[in-house]
């Protein structure tokens, strides 16, 4: 799955990248990694407003929620969507529909299984450029307070080789658009050879990867601390592959 990815850029590289707007990030704090756990906001792009960037919160919150309870409650389990049940789960059929957007990120974290330990991987892409996940969002309106909560939910895939390695315990890995997919996962109707397409697991000659410090799992880990996402080798024979 991914609960946390890499997101040290700069607006104007999205700018550069995407070709968007990014007032909305005047004052976001890019940083080493981001935990979904700790509910933030980040860079998104929609369907409905592709020409700007919107800063939402990580985990979905389908509009059908009926209090601010049940509302923290399903978001819990929306920080990912499965790629083969979006047309099925309550919480992911509308948003697959009709709310499907980019998140932006520059690699994801991933732990693997060894033994007793997890070891944790930063995974980028080759060139280490900025990318988009798959992402699919709703807004939810609290009627208590009036308030509006747009959140997303990343979307993810079987794994490919190298990252059925890595997320050894699960097997799974984000949506990473191809560049030539980006623009047809935000059409209005998408069709399903189309999806099929999009939902193929990412080529692992185009990603790179390398262990890091177990530093990222404290609670009290510094995400600005570039020593963050340092090489570390665990094995004294050279790396896993």
């Given at each position: 799955?991914?609960?946390?990815?890499?997101i040290h850029s700069s607006r104007d590289a999205i700018e550069k990248?995407?070709?968007?707007?990014t007032t909305a990030l005047q004052d976001f704090q890019f940083r080493y990694f981001v935990r979904a756990f700790d509910n933030p906001r980040l860079p998104v792009i929609t369907a409905s407003e592709p020409q700007r960037v919107q800063l939402m919160n990580w985990g979905l919150i389908p509009d059908w929620a009926k209090d601010r309870e049940q509302a923290m409650l399903v978001r819990k389990g929306t920080y990912n969507a499965?790629?083969?049940?979006?047309?099925?789960?309550p919480s992911f059929r509308k948003a697959y529909e009709s709310g499907r957007c980019w998140i932006i990120a520059s690699g994801f974290y991933e732990w693997q299984h060894a033994g007793k330990s997890k070891i944790p991987w930063l995974i980028q892409l080759k060139n280490?450029?900025?990318f988009a996940f798959a992402g699919i969002y709703d807004t939810w309106n609290d009627k208590s307070t009036g308030e509006s909560v747009n959140g997303f939910s990343i979307v993810t895939t079987r794994a490919n080789p190298m990252m059925e390695k890595i997320h050894n315990s699960g097997k799974r890995m984000p949506v990473i658009l191809n560049q030539d997919m980006e623009k047809i996962w935000l059409e209005p109707v998408l069709k399903k050879d189309e999806a099929s397409s999009i939902f193929l697991p990412y080529g692992q000659d185009l990603m790179k990867s390398h262990t890091i410090g177990k530093k990222i799992?404290?609670?009290d880990a510094d995400p600005n601390d570039p020593g963050i996402i340092l090489p570390v080798d665990y094995y004294t024979n050279g790396t896993l592959f």
């Open positions: 799955m991914c609960f946390t990815i890499h990248r995407f070709g968007v707007d499965r790629a083969e049940s979006l047309e099925e789960k280490e450029d900025l799992t404290d609670k």
